[in-house]
């Protein structure tokens, strides 16, 4: 599997140049910052009007203006995660509250009907099973947002070389033979 393309800033860093001439290098240059708007990320109503949305976007927005991506274009799918964030914490809260319904329902077990009780108990773990596929399912959506906006780790790496490039003494090459 190729691997890929590195950033001009990436190339200039490591000194990646080898193979590229000054103008290559320019022209990726200018083709990347072609591609950003220019313009800072804005929160949309909805993810401001979310109280855990809100503050999960002002984190993110802070992150990615330290690494120079606090861009429009990053807006979109930042916005929709941020939403996604908010939804899980809520869905969490709901499991958090099933847990102690059947701590309290397990708690007075004695004074109740052992059918009534089994209904119970199994209509809060059928509720409880259907909130954790759906928040299942919202973390992975979170992950491939994470996955296609270097908000993970392993993202992150991807846009870092693998190996640096040695430095090469031509003397020494040309006496070596």
């Known amino acids: 599997m190729p691997q890929r393309a590195k950033s001009a800033s990436i190339l200039m860093l490591t000194n990646d140049v080898s193979h590229r001439t000054k103008r290559e290098i320019a022209l990726r240059a200018a083709a990347e910052k072609g591609t950003l708007t220019g313009e800072g990320m804005r929160e949309r109503a909805d993810v401001k009007n979310n109280l855990d949305a809100h503050k999960e976007f002002m984190r993110l927005r802070r992150l990615f203006r330290k690494i120079e991506k606090d861009d429009a274009i990053y807006a979109q799918p930042i916005n929709d995660y941020c939403l996604l964030h908010a939804e ?5 809260g709901k499991i958090d509250r099933i847990e102690e319904d059947l701590d309290y329902l397990e708690a007075r077990r004695g004074d109740m009907d052992p059918v009534e009780y089994l209904q119970l108990r ?25 996955d296609k906006n270097l908000m993970n780790i392993q993202s992150a790496l991807r846009s870092i070389p693998k190996k640096p490039d040695e430095k090469k003494n031509p003397l020494k090459e040309a006496l070596s033979g």
């Open 88 to 92: 899980c914490l809520a869905i969490a």
């Open 122 to 146: 199994g209509a809060l773990y059928d509720k409880e099973l259907k909130l954790s596929a759906e928040l299942d399912k919202k973390r992975d959506k979170k992950r491939a947002i994470e």
